[in-house]
């Protein structure tokens, strides 16, 4: 839901070019398969959390230059 909270703020102020470094390789392995547009099967049994991926999917779709990597 961050992740979320966080493109929504990248759209509204137009930024582009963007990294996202994050500690967590379950994060960035989530974000990715959401970028590709798969929500892993756990997912897909929670609505909630679905909805969720769905939406920061279509966020990504509309997001140029963006790149993720662990630190």
Do not use: W
Not at 24 to 46: E, F, Q, T
């Amino acid at each position: 839901m961050a992740l979320e909270q966080f493109l929504k703020i990248l759209k509204h102020n137009n930024l582009q070019n963007i990294i996202i470094e994050a500690d967590s390789k379950l994060i960035i392995n989530s974000i990715k398969r959401i970028y590709c547009g798969s929500a892993p099967k756990k997912v897909s049994r929670h609505s909630r959390l679905l909805q969720v991926y769905q939406r920061i999917h279509l966020h990504l779709q509309n997001m140029r230059n963006l790149s993720f990597t662990h630190v």
